[in-house]
């Protein structure tokens, strides 16, 4: 975001790793206006089926009449769209899962998708969070579309939030794997004792200290799905 740039900053980075010989000062800068980049392409923007798991569509494409679980999701700014591998590889692991009552947590929401998903398959509540307001915001519009407004709550943040929530039954965390590091430790403290918790946003390469990261803290490795190189991975709380 161009309020967050510094070209001093941006020069104070640049000599920490010019100092390990890793690369040479010659970098350009351009501004750009805040743009819904989602108006450039929404005419191409196709919709999605995910393997027999759900129909996934824009709110300006037709409905499809079927067996498919349907979706509409319209994103503005927003991640999740169903398109991207992480997002196709949660809804895959999430379709694995008895859903029925679980009180989950969607960390790092986008669209709001996945959280869309546990409700429209069987879970009592869903907590939906990200730290990027134009996903809080398009999230909210994307569960009244798709009818779970009730029991869905969508905040504005990150892991501080959690600080007064109760466990949950399950925790959905696709986001990167700095942020997953930072956060594990709250997340874990926040999950029922048995509870799976998922990951996903990161690369083949990330897995072993993400695992290492999450045996500390008392989660399992259970197993991981990959998609055209990105990961989804799945842990259990040890009771």
Not at 123 to 127: A, F, Q, T, Y
Not at 135 to 142: D, M, S, V, Y
């Given at each position: 975001?161009?309020?967050?740039?510094?070209e001093?900053?941006?020069?104070?980075?640049?000599?920490?790793v010019m100092?390990?010989?890793?690369?040479?000062?010659?970098?350009?800068q351009?501004i750009?206006?805040?743009t819904?980049?989602?108006?450039v392409w929404?005419s191409?923007?196709?919709?999605?089926?995910?393997?027999?798991i759900?129909?996934?569509?824009?709110?300006?494409h037709?409905?499809k009449n079927g067996?498919?679980?349907e979706?509409?999701?319209t994103?503005?700014?927003?991640?999740?769209?169903?398109h991207h591998?992480?997002?196709?590889?949660?809804?895959k692991?999430?379709?694995?899962?008895?859903?029925?009552?679980?009180?989950?947590l969607?960390?790092?929401?986008?669209?709001?998708?996945?959280?869309?998903?546990?409700?429209?398959?069987g879970?009592?509540?869903?907590?939906a969070i990200?730290?990027?307001?134009w996903?809080?915001?398009?999230?909210?519009?994307?569960i009244a579309?798709?009818?779970?407004?009730e029991h869905?709550?969508?905040?504005?943040?990150?892991?501080?939030?959690?600080?007064n929530e109760?466990?949950?039954d399950?925790?959905i965390?696709?986001?990167?794997?700095?942020?997953?590091?930072a956060?594990?430790?709250?997340?874990?403290?926040?999950l029922?004792p048995?509870?799976?918790?998922?990951?996903?946003?990161f690369?083949?390469?990330d897995?072993?200290i993400?695992?290492k990261?999450?045996?500390e803290?008392?989660?399992s490795?259970k197993?991981?799905?990959?998609q055209?190189g990105?990961?989804?991975?799945?842990?259990?709380?040890e009771g």
């Open positions: 975001p161009g309020e967050e740039y510094s001093k900053g941006l020069k104070t980075e640049l000599k920490s100092d390990l010989n890793l690369c040479k000062e010659q970098y350009q351009q750009i206006e805040k819904n980049w989602n108006e929404e191409n923007f196709n919709p999605v089926d995910i393997e027999g759900c129909h996934i569509r824009a709110d300006f037709p409905s067996d498919l679980l979706i509409v999701i994103p503005k700014m927003s991640f999740g769209t169903g591998a992480t997002t196709a590889l949660m809804l692991e999430l379709s694995i899962l008895n859903l029925t009552d679980m009180r989950c969607d960390m790092g929401t986008g669209t709001g998708i996945l959280a869309i998903y546990a409700m429209k398959t879970s009592s509540s869903v907590l990200d730290n990027d307001e996903c809080a915001t398009n999230t909210l519009e994307n579309v798709n009818n779970v407004t869905i709550h969508v905040i504005h943040g990150d892991a501080y939030h959690l600080l109760a466990p949950f399950l925790i965390a696709n986001i990167n794997r700095n942020i997953l590091l956060d594990m430790a709250v997340y874990a403290g926040k029922k048995n509870s799976p918790i998922l990951f996903s946003g690369h083949p390469e897995v072993d993400l695992t990261k999450g045996n803290l008392g989660l490795f197993h991981k799905t990959e055209d990105w990961v989804c991975m799945k842990m259990i709380k």
